[in-house]
């Protein structure tokens, strides 16, 4: 099943390393980002845990759960989850889902090309409070995630989704955004009132709303 961004993200329940989880349960009304990996015991898939586990502050204060998946069973990745430790100087403090059916890797269309025998794409999803898609990412098994990238969309997500602007190239946290199009001259001197740059009639930058 191919997933697009505005879907309603399917709904499971799967074993993890904290227990069995039912997904929308265990999301409430917080955002989330699903992320998938090739196979226990790979290197890169050890770094990016355990850089995700470092980044747990970053996700906390924006209201993020994030949940890994592994077509492995729970034995494996419980011996895994030591390693992380071990080599990354942090204990993973999110769940793991042990997909070893692949239910969740299917659901997601996680398995891919020629991966697929072996194991998952590294895929990433971030899901909304409402449970709707709003990121979908699709990395071959050989390049490692950049998830200050990920958490700058959802730095992007939550500003645009209070505010009638968008962001603009390399935009992070603090810079000018753009008044979105649709937004006339005289609504935007009212909804900005710090005023705006008109670079182009279609291209009007403002500071960040929200500082
Ligand atoms: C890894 O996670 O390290 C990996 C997995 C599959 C292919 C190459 C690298």
């Given amino acids: 099943m191919t997933i697009r961004l505005g879907d309603i993200a399917p709904d499971f329940t799967q074993d993890s390393t904290e227990g069995p989880i039912h997904f929308s349960e265990w999301k409430g009304d917080d955002w989330a980002i699903l992320f998938s990996h090739p196979a226990d015991f790979t290197p890169v898939c050890t770094t990016e845990l355990g850089q995700v586990a470092k980044l747990k502050p970053e996700f906390d204060k924006r209201h993020v759960k994030a949940i890994g998946l ?114 006339p001259n005289e609504e935007a001197d009212k909804l900005f009132p710090k005023g705006y740059t008109a670079v182009k009639p279609y291209l009007r930058t403002t500071p960040d709303p929200r500082t």
């Fill in 70 to 183: 592994s077509v492995d069973g729970l034995d494996s990745h419980e011996k895994w989850v030591g390693d992380i430790k071990e080599t990354q100087g942090e204990a993973l403090n999110f769940p793991l889902l042990a997909d070893a059916d692949r239910k969740v890797a299917n659901l997601y269309d996680m398995l891919q090309g020629e991966a697929a025998a072996t194991g998952t794409v590294r895929s990433v999803f971030i899901i909304d409070p409402k449970g709707v898609v709003r990121l979908t990412l699709t990395y071959p098994a050989s390049t490692g995630r950049n998830f200050d990238e990920i958490l700058r969309v959802i730095d992007s997500l939550q500003l645009t989704d209070g505010y009638r602007v968008a962001t603009p190239v390399n935009w992070k946290q603090g810079d000018d955004v753009v008044v979105l199009p649709a937004v």
